[in-house]
């Protein structure tokens, strides 16, 4: 399934079919993942730019985006957020905030729509390499996953900061964008994402993004988004760091849950391949259900 193919407004129904064989199955791939090429950072990577000028320039970048995104969201989404008087919960502090993954730019946007401040989302390193945006990316908060040990100490040095600055850490758990799914998948990492609210005792939101149908066909058969803000989750300073972890993934997990049951649109259908159908390379996941689709409408012919 290629990026190009996901807002078109006129995709058959039969085509918005997805066959997975594991939740951990990603139907957009880049180049690089499909090949299983391993993308590291570029030699002498700044998580935090020590450049003031450098600084400076994200820091009018982001309103820039920032201005962009309550355009889209509003404009080509419609999408409405509810919830976001919650977030004054956590005023004077920093939080996390954990969504679900369901569209490849309204990810990047919605969340800075969300916070009441400034966002730092973690990213993997594949996502620098997107033409045009994956250089600027950095710049308009994007964390990127380190891979060597000097890396990831530099990263959570970076995340530890910027919380302490009481901005906002966005992720995403679900780890692969399932463009507009309805249903909530397991945490491939299970908690371990949950060790930054835990270790800084800070509390946890999540954002639900939820899909329904237009009232206008301008965008043909593209659903509309609701956006759920809940929380807060906090530590408990009764437990271990491993407990709080536990804790916090299961609140957050079971928020998400939650609040997808407000979904009243399916515009694309994921189905569970069935064990005849699996194949061990999951990039060829889309093609098999793309493969059934047309068989099918030939033996109907």
């Not at 956590?90 to 730019?105: E, L, S």
Request: hydrophobic share 35%.
């Amino acid at each position: 399934m290629a990026q190009a193919e996901l807002f078109p407004k006129d995709i058959p129904r039969s085509e918005r079919v997805f066959y997975y064989a594991s939740e951990e199955d990603d139907p957009i791939q880049t180049g690089e993942q499909e090949q299983k090429i391993e993308v590291g950072l570029p030699e002498g990577y700044e998580f935090i730019p020590k450049n003031p000028f450098v600084r400076a320039y994200s820091a009018i970048l982001f309103r820039i985006f920032k201005l962009f995104g309550r355009y889209y969201e509003k404009g080509f989404w419609q999408a409405k957020f509810y919830g976001r008087e919650k977030l004054k919960k956590a005023k004077g502090k920093g939080y996390v905030i954990y969504a679900n993954h369901t569209n490849p730019f309204h990810d990047v946007f919605g969340p800075a729509m969300a916070a009441d401040r400034r966002i730092f989302t973690i990213i993997s390193p594949v996502n620098l390499l997107v033409p045009g945006i994956g250089k600027y990316l950095p710049l308009i908060g994007g964390l990127p996953l380190g891979k060597s040990a000097e890396e990831k100490k530099a990263f959570n040095e970076a995340v530890d900061k910027r919380l302490a600055q009481k901005k906002v850490l966005v992720i995403y758990p679900e780890a692969h964008v399932w463009p507009y799914a309805t249903k909530i998948r397991k945490f491939p990492a299970g908690d371990k994402s949950f060790k930054y609210a835990t270790r800084n005792n800070l509390p946890v939101f999540t954002m639900t993004t939820t899909y329904h149908k237009r009232k206008d066909k301008k965008h043909g058969d593209l659903p509309r988004m609701d956006v759920y803000i809940d929380g807060p989750f906090w530590p408990d300073v009764n437990l271990s760091e491993e407990e709080n972890r536990a804790k916090l993934a299961k609140e957050a997990y079971d928020s998400l849950v939650k609040n997808n049951q407000k979904n009243t649109y399916e515009y694309f259908e994921y189905r569970k391949k069935s064990g005849s159908e699996k194949r061990s390379n999951a990039s060829n996941n889309i093609k098999a259900g793309e493969d059934k689709i047309a068989k099918t409408k030939k033996e109907q012919k």
